[in-house]
């Protein structure tokens, strides 16, 4: 898969968050765990996008690596929302979907290019 349809998918994942922790925000009145899962699943799509202006493959792999960091503690803060009551289950199932796709998707990206620079 290419970089841009990376990129387009960690975009769409962010907007979503930033959505969904509006939504609970203003619903729930919960703010210290949507923070949270705002930072990490905004960082994702910015990590994915600076990498674009990477200063050689060694600086490339360690934004993509980042991004991957922040996919899983997404998966994390999602969980412990879902699991407390703040997200309902279609909408858990579709962020964690959309997110362990993204994680797939940088799993994929990081071997290849390290797979190629070896």
Known sequence: MSESILRERAK???KN???ITREIKVNNKES???NQLLRSGTSIGANIHEAQYAQGTADFISKLEIALKECFESEYWLELLFETGYLEEKQYKKLIN???VIRKMLIASCRTIKAKNE
């Open 12 to 14: 769409e994942f962010a």
């Open 17 to 19: 968050i930033v959505f």
């Open 32 to 34: 210290v765990l949507t």
């Open 98 to 100: 959309d997110c362990g």
